[in-house]
């Protein structure tokens, strides 16, 4: 045990074994000589222990470090999820898109033929009409034909409608040809007539010369007008 003893002149405080008498202390500041009556005060020491006993320090339990959530995969998979859902409810106005179907075309991927992939140059557009050697008439429509893919298609068909040259906005009948490669006219001045075979499919960003066949007229045609159409 420490005991602490002060200085009644200056208050310098001393501490000392308490097995010590003393009789009188002399402060080592101030000069003077005072009785040690003070108060005891144990020690911050720790109380030793009886020999051969260990002292066993207890093991500080921490919880497992947590790992850093990211949140970054959960913004890209929401990211994703939001674009498919984009490109599926606007699927219409991206297949529309002739590049992006170029594109999806050129991975063989099922998509269908549509007629918009095709232009008729309306300006390339002519009516010839042929008489046979046996009399009979057959109306040859000549055009171009663009694919507007830059993908490989096959050749849709030809709807032709016809109107009358009495009444022009009068239509008689609309009927759906065939593309057959554009020839001489000659090779149709006899019956019977050998059609040609229909084209099969055209490279990408083509254009094509045509001839349609038509051996029943009907009476009274005027103007007609071509549509693609899909086989």
């Not at 093991?59 to 850093?68: G, I, V």
């Not at 991206?94 to 590049?99: G, I, P, V």
């Not at 009927?175 to 084209?199: C, G, I, Q, V």
Request: proline letters at 8%.
């Amino acid at each position: 045990m420490r005991m602490q003893i002060s200085c009644p002149q200056c208050h310098k405080t001393y501490n000392i074994e308490a097995q010590i008498k003393l009789e009188s202390v002399t402060c080592s500041q101030c000069g003077s000589e005072f009785s040690p009556d003070a108060v005891e005060e144990k020690t911050s020491e720790a109380p030793s222990q009886p020999d051969g006993i260990e002292v066993l320090e207890q093991p500080e339990f921490s919880p497992p470090p947590r790992k850093t959530a990211s949140i970054w995969p959960w913004l890209f998979t929401l990211l994703i999820l939001i674009t498919s859902a984009g490109i599926w409810t606007q699927r219409d106005a991206w297949l529309d898109n002739r590049w992006m179907r170029g594109i999806l075309l050129g991975f063989n991927l099922p998509l269908e033929n549509r007629a918009k992939d095709w232009l008729i140059v309306p300006k390339s557009v002519r009516i010839e009409w042929i008489t046979r050697d046996d009399n009979s008439r057959v109306m040859l429509i000549s055009g171009t034909i663009n694919n507007l893919l830059a993908s490989r298609m096959p050749y849709p068909d030809i709807e032709v409608t016809f109107y009358s040259s009495l009444q022009p906005d009068l239509v008689l009948e609309s009927r759906s040809f065939p593309l057959t490669e554009k020839t001489d006219a000659k090779n149709f001045a006899h019956a019977p007539l050998a059609l040609p075979e229909p084209m099969k499919s055209a490279a990408g960003h083509s254009s094509t010369e045509f001839v349609i066949i038509n051996e029943a007229v009907a009476a009274g045609v005027g103007d007609i007008t071509l549509t693609p159409r899909i086989r």
